[in-house]
Nanobody, 119 residues
Framework: QVQLVESGGGSVQAGGSLRLACAAS????????MGWFRQAPGKEREGVAA????????YYADSVKGRFTISQDNAKKTLYLQMDSLKVDDTATYYC????????????WGQGTQVTVSS
């Protein structure tokens, strides 16, 4: 099993930046893809970004392209999400996920970290 623990959430003003981190532990060998989802109150869950661990291919939702950057530190088994030029609409709980393929289904989810962007 894979365990994922997010950190780095918080409150920031619009235009500011935050960096989320996700530490992975357990059996991670089959976690070829890792990514981030978010969910705001009253809204559907949204895939934000994903990365294939071995080759580094990345994917982003249109709503965050050019503002968010997903990256990894394989030695530390840690996934990051650098969030710049934050908007009020980015306010949500952000979840780290892991799976065999990006966009198909994720078998591990973190507990979530709250990001609040104020105007």
């Amino acid at each position: 099993q894979v365990q994922l623990v997010e950190s780095g959430g918080g409150s920031v003003q619009a235009g500011g930046s935050l960096r989320l981190a996700c530490a992975a532990s357990g059996y991670t060998d089959s976690s070829n893809c890792m990514g981030w989802f978010r969910q705001a109150p009253g809204k559907e869950r949204e895939g934000v970004a994903a990365i294939y661990i071995d080759v580094g291919d990345t994917y982003y939702a249109d709503s965050v392209k050019g503002r968010f950057t997903i990256s990894q530190d394989n030695a530390k088994k840690t996934l990051y999400l650098q969030m710049d030029s934050l908007k009020v609409d980015d306010t949500a709980t952000y979840y780290c996920v892991a799976g065999e393929y990006c966009g198909v289904g994720y078998y591990a989810w973190g507990q979530g970290t709250q990001v609040t962007v104020s105007s």
